[in-house]
């Protein structure tokens, strides 16, 4: 059977693709089984430092399969993972994570979409959550959506079910970066992560949140102990002395 959703591993870069244009990368339970399946893969795998997700076709995903969906009232499957299962693992994962459209996105595509850490868009991508045109609503990727998007766009958005564009979806956070040529902005992205030092670069995830929710107080004096530990540590180390002596440290050697 051929898969719905593929990995590759290049140089410490993890790339998940979403490849079932046939339908739109729809959502179907298969292509979420698989999904899950690689993105754990990858998270696992020690050399990888980042992962990619992206798709096949015209369209990046459709949200869920509702032919599919139709079928059936139950949302999930005995000994398969759930749609929630991978926005969960995506949104925890501990290193990061850049969601590299093709396309536009609907419904449970935008999910992905704010579940990654920096995502790029075609400019001529458009999104909506069209969920309330079928009479349900955007209830799982309210989870990253409302975590990334401005209150005033959430309400809008998930309310009317209409379309905006790349530009908007900048503009409210939803995405990182639009362009015209999105395989260049994410080979940018990519060589800045293949520059960082792997501990740092998840030490710098984990304490987005942490800074970002706690008190002032307490949030600095987090930050402090934190700080000292990173810059004793050997990758601190070693990347201020190849500063010093202008080479790249050992990590990136290979970049």
Partial sequence: MTELVHLDVDT???????????NRNALSRR?????????????????????????????????????????????????????????????ECPIPVVVKMNGPARAGGLGIVAAGDIAIAPATATFAFSEVKIGVAPAMIAVPC?????????????????????????????????TDDV?????????????????????AKELIPVARNL????????????????????EGQEGMAAFVAKRKPEWAQFD
Avoid: W
């Fill in 183 to 203: 395989d260049s902005a994410c080979a940018g992205i990519v060589g800045a992560l293949r520059g960082a030092g792997p501990n740092a670069l998840r030490a």
């Fill in 31 to 91: 292509l979420v089984a698989e999904l899950h399946a690689h993105l754990s893969t990858a998270v696992n795998a020690a050399q990888v430092r980042a992962v990619v997700i992206t798709g096949t076709g015209p369209v990046f995903c459709a949200g869920g399969d509702l032919k599919e969906m139709s079928r059936t009232v139950a949302l999930d499957q005995p000994g398969l993972p759930s749609f929630a299962d991978v926005l969960g693992l995506i949104m």
């Fill in 146 to 178: 409302t975590r990334r998007m401005t209150p005033r766009s959430i309400s809008r958005y998930f309310l009317t079910g209409e379309s905006f564009d790349a530009a908007t979806a900048e503009q409210v956070g939803l995405v990182s970066i639009v």
């Fill in 215 to 234: 008190e002032l107080g307490d949030a600095l004096a987090t930050m402090e102990k934190e700080s000292a530990r990173l810059f004793a540590s050997n």
């Fill in 12 to 22: 410490s870069i993890a790339t998940v693709t979403l490849d079932s244009p046939s």
